[in-house]
C-alpha cells in the first residue's frame, strides 16, 4: 500500500497577500557572502579564502505573529476562559504548548463549502447536510476541515476577503460531538471581517464580531487558519497531522499541516 502525503500548508514568504498590511510576514535573507563576521564571532581568525568557494552561512532573519503562515489558533486566542457549557464560571483556556498532541493527528474530515459565495455564514444544517451528502457520522477528535472559495484566491489580492466564514451554531454544532481541532482555508475560521462589518452597521449587533472564534468560550477548541490544497482531498479516508510550534503561554504556534493519505 503506498502512502500519500499530501501538504496543507502555504509559504511563509514576503509579496504575497496573506495577512491585512498591518501583520504581514518581513523575511530577510543573508546570503553565504553577507555572514562571515558570524562566523568569525566563533573562529577569529577565519577568512573568506580559507571556506570552500568563499561561502559562509546562509540565514534568514523573520519577523512573525504566531498567525502569519499556516497556524494552529489554541483557545486562548478566542477568550480568557473556555469551557462555560461544562462548568459554571468556565476554566483558563488553554495556551498553544498545553493543547494535547492526541488532538492534532487525528482522522480528517472535508466539508467542501466553495459554492457558498464570499461572506456567507455558515449554519449547522449545512454542516449536517453536508455530512450527509458525503456519508460520514462524526466521530470525537475528528479534524474537520472546511473547503472554501479562498482557497483558489491565496496569492491574490482578494484573499483575505474570500471565503465563506463558520458561524457560531455552526461550530458548536462540530464540538458538541467531539471534535476538537477544525480547520479552513481561508484567512479566518469567521466570516471576513468586511462582511461582518456590514451585518453589524444594519443590526447593531456585536455579537456576530468574531462568532465563530467565540464558540470557544463554551467549549475548548482549536482552529487551522490558512490551509491549502483542501480541494485534492476527499470528504473522508485520510489522516491530519498538524502539530504545532511549542510556543509557551502563546495564542497560536506554526504549523506544517499535512494529510496523510493510505
Known amino acids: 500500500m ?8 502555504i509559504f511563509l514568504e514576503n509579496d504575497v497577500i496573506s495577512d491585512p498590511p498591518l501583520s504581514r510576514p518581513k523575511i530577510t535573507y543573508l546570503g553565504h557572502d553577507e555572514t562571515l ?31 502569519n503562515g499556516t497556524h494552529l489558533d489554541a483557545p486562548y486566542h478566542f477568550h480568557p476562559t473556555m469551557n462555560h457549557a461544562l462548568r459554571e464560571g468556565g476554566e483558563p483556556s488553554m495556551t498553544i504548548d ?20 464570499d461572506g456567507y455564514v455558515v449554519k449547522a444544517d449545512d454542516v449536517a447536510h453536508e455530512l450527509e451528502r458525503i456519508g460520514h457520522e462524526l466521530q470525537p477528535l ?6 472554501t472559495r479562498a482557497g483558489s484566491r491565496y496569492g491574490h ?33 469567521d466570516t471576513p471581517f468586511s462582511y461582518t462589518k456590514e451585518r453589524v452597521d444594519a443590526t447593531g449587533d456585536y455579537s456576530l464580531i468574531w462568532e465563530g472564534h467565540k464558540a470557544g ?15 485534492l482531498l476527499p470528504g473522508t479516508g485520510f489522516q491530519v497531522c498538524c502539530f504545532p510550534v511549542k ?13 496523510i493519505l493510505d
Not at 475528528?142 to 473547503?147: G, S, T
Not at 468560550?217 to 480541494?231: A, I, N, S, V
Not at 510556543?247 to 494529510?259: D, E, F, I, M, N
Request: contains cysteine.
Open 247 to 259: 510556543l509557551r503561554r502563546s495564542s497560536a504556534g506554526w504549523t506544517r499541516a499535512v494529510a
Open 37 to 67: 563576521d558570524r562566523m568569525q564571532a566563533f573562529f577569529p581568525d577565519l577568512t573568506r579564502e580559507k571556506l570552500p568557494d568563499g561561502a559562509a552561512w546562509a540565514i534568514e532573519k523573520v519577523e512573525l505573529t504566531t498567525h
Open 2 to 9: 503506498t502512502r500519500r502525503i499530501i501538504d496543507l500548508s
Open 98 to 117: 498545553e493543547v494535547p498532541l492526541e488532538w492534532c493527528f487525528q482522522p480528517g474530515v472535508k466539508l467542501d463549502f466553495r459554492h457558498f459565495p
Open 142 to 147: 475528528d479534524i474537520v476541515l472546511v473547503n
Open 217 to 231: 468560550r463554551e467549549r475548548g477548541y482549536c482552529h487551522l487558519e490558512k490551509l491549502h490544497q483542501l480541494e
Open 157 to 189: 489580492d482578494d484573499f483575505v476577503s474570500a471565503g465563506c466564514g463558520i458561524g457560531r451554531d455552526a461550530t458548536l454544532y462540530l464540538l458538541e460531538r467531539g471534535v476538537r481541532i477544525t480547520g479552513t482555508d481561508a484567512w479566518s475560521w
